[in-house]
């Protein structure tokens, strides 16, 4: 087991305990500001050698946590909030995926914030995290909020959808005291509840494209699994290095996730985005900056991903960018 799992615990913060919360709990929370302090606009990237850079959402937007595309590849929707927009909670936003054009909002109003938006099949609908529960909501935004069962063990988070509408999560158990970490489980279910099972531990689940297994993370190495709960596969097995948030290529034959690895192999205070084949070999870094890229995404386009990277002095901005790669 991995000593300090601190690129978890980030994340876990983000994705479990900033949902239960308020906006000024994320105020107060120092990690937040991990992503953005000091700015990070010291470009390390080699947009000549690695392919085009572009920065997707809008300059005055900032996003949180995990978004998703379209299945047209035609936009995205992220959780997070727009200058202007009025909003004390993070809610859903849809933008295009080329970057041109304003933030349409999708949801609003509530008691918690919004996260984990994934499209159904078909587009029509668009399902998402709110106060520890899983939530369904058209593309547009009308119709009103549907709650989603979930596993029933009173806190549910980081749903995706896949290619045959079918619901992968998590849930946490909670330790008995401080002295007891808490526990991340796995579980998937069709788009009303029904068929629910346990896969397994884990955490950040992503379906392959055809739905036939999923890739996850857990205790800062990367597995990927069947989608009935067969051939448990480990795709990295580093001791000190962390690999987090996997996502497969839109072919299915690679894998992008974000990783604290430096040039030198050993752990570095920067986490950037990696890929490799579907089997866990041929690792290759995809960016290079003194920041936290995180959240990657790979799709025909190339890999979009979510940073704090050239900001204006004083900024806590997120945002989503493009690395366009073949």
């Keep these: 087991m991995k000593k300090t799992k601190k690129f978890l615990n980030y994340f876990v913060f983000f994705a479990v305990i900033i949902s239960l919360s308020s906006c000024s709990f994320i105020k107060a929370n120092k990690s937040y500001e991990f992503a953005s302090k000091g700015g990070f606009t010291r470009e390390l990237d080699a947009p000549a050698e690695r392919g085009k850079l572009i920065r997707i959402s809008p300059e005055e937007s900032h996003a949180m946590y995990r978004f998703c595309i379209s299945p047209d590849g035609n936009h995205i929707v992220y959780s997070g909030s727009q200058a202007g927009g009025g909003d004390k909670l993070l809610q859903l936003w849809k933008i ?33 995290e709110s106060g520890g529960k899983l939530w369904r909501v ?62 397994r531990e884990g955490l950040y689940p992503r379906w392959s494209p055809n739905g036939s297994s999923i890739v996850f993370q857990h205790d800062g190495e990367i597995w990927k699994i069947n989608s009935d709960g067969t051939n448990l596969t480990q795709l990295t097995n580093t001791s000190d290095i962390e690999e987090s948030l996997p996502s497969y290529s839109y072919n299915g ?7 604290n690895e430096g040039k030198d192999g050993k752990p570095s205070k920067d986490w950037n985005i990696w890929t490799m084949k579907e089997d866990g070999s041929e690792k290759t870094q995809q960016t290079e900056l003194q920041a936290w890229d995180s959240w990657p995404l790979w799709s025909s386009g190339g890999i979009y991903f979510l940073s704090g990277r050239a900001q204006k002095k004083g900024e806590s901005n997120q945002r989503i960018w493009l690395l366009k790669i073949q």
Aim: with cysteine; net charge neutral.
């Design 253 to 259: 034959e690679n894998i992008v996730y974000t990783s």
């Design 96 to 128: 295009p995926s080329r970057g041109i054009g304003s933030p349409i909002k999708i949801t609003s109003g509530g008691y918690s914030n919004t996260y984990s938006p994934s499209y159904t099949k078909e587009g029509k609908y668009i399902v998402f």
């Design 138 to 199: 058209r593309n547009d935004g009308a119709g009103g909020k549907m709650v989603i069962p979930g596993s029933g063990t009173g806190h549910d988070f980081g749903p995706e959808v896949s290619s045959d509408d079918k619901l992968v999560f998590c849930s946490i158990q909670k330790g008995a005291n401080r002295f007891i970490e808490d526990k991340y489980f796995i579980w998937t279910s069709n788009l009303d509840g029904g068929e629910l099972t346990q896969i």
